[in-house]
């Protein structure tokens, strides 16, 4: 088996992600409140409290109390809530933000009752996924997750939200590129929290946490280009070959070359929908000796060749 590169497995879905720019927001308030989310069409969606305390509450959830600190990520699009404590009457969130959103982009709202609640400022992002990686990374993941800072391991999350609250919490040069770099961050770490201290997730993720699966990963991940073949994968795993599948479609869902393929096609797809690299050249990187083998599998994948998709994503993005 020739060399290859390891590449972190999670690392590359994240590359896939697409950050929501209009949903980063700021928000400030006092008094009493309290405002009802319909459904998101966020895929990721996240927030923390950076000061004061918040009640969350999820569709088909019990409610969660934020102290400052605080990090929250919403994973599967259900409508939500978020109230001071003690809460106010229920509002509608999309058009009391509209309305109290400031120039600077910052929501700012003052309820009945200034003195009987402490003040709270929260930041909050969305991301947008592609549909593969939808697949490998929210199917496991629940509705909320809710990371207290009481908690140790959360502590490398606190420098990057009080980054983030200070990028958002004035205009300065450069702000939107950080402030989508900051966010960006912060999801990986609030991932990396969760994978490591939260309870066993299941799926594609647990795989990460499995020492000898995550190695085949990455592996695959790090050359795509390789000629991989189960018992190749099962060698570099430490496995043997039956052991090796098994175990693989257990954690991952799908078996070790099913899974190949639909990465291979996932990369494909980005790669064809951002640029005007030649079909071969592509080919080649995903894994296949020719353009026609290459064109073959996407066709049997997507239902159309690889051109006519990007013809059709570049026409849908052009200016009409």
Known sequence: MSSFNSVDPLSDVLAMLKLGTS??????????????FP???????????????????????????????????????RSFSCASVPAGTMQDGVL???????????????????????????????????????????R??????????????SRPLAGLLELLGWEMAAARPGAFVAKESIATLVLVQALRIHLESGPQPEGWLRAMGDRRISVALSALHGDLAQRWTVE????VAGMSRTAFAVRFKELVGSAPLEYLTAWRMTVARRSLS???????AIAERVGYQSETAF???????????PGRFRAEVQAEASPA
Not at 232 to 235: K, M, N, P, Q, T
């Open 39 to 77: 459904s998101h069409v966020s895929d990721l969606k996240f927030g923390a409290a950076l000061a004061g305390r918040v009640q969350l509450r999820v569709e088909g959830l019990k409610p969660a109390t934020l102290e400052p600190g605080d990090f929250y990520l919403l994973s599967n699009g």
């Open 295 to 305: 064109s073959a599998a996407f066709r049997r994948a997507q239902g159309q060749s």
């Open 274 to 280: 951002q640029g005007s690299e030649p079909l071969a």
């Open 23 to 36: 949903t980063t927001s700021r928000f400030e308030a006092s008094g009493r409140w309290a405002f009802r």
């Open 140 to 153: 496991h993941l629940p509705p909320l997750v809710h990371l207290r800072a009481s908690d140790p391991a």
């Open 96 to 138: 009391s933000f509209r309305d109290h959103r400031g120039p600077d982009g910052t929501v700012r709202y003052a309820g009945p009752g200034e003195h009987e609640a402490p003040a709270v400022v929260m930041a909050s992002s969305g991301f947008s996924i592609d549909a593969d990686v939808k697949a490998l990374l929210l």
């Open 232 to 235: 190749g994968l099962a060698a």
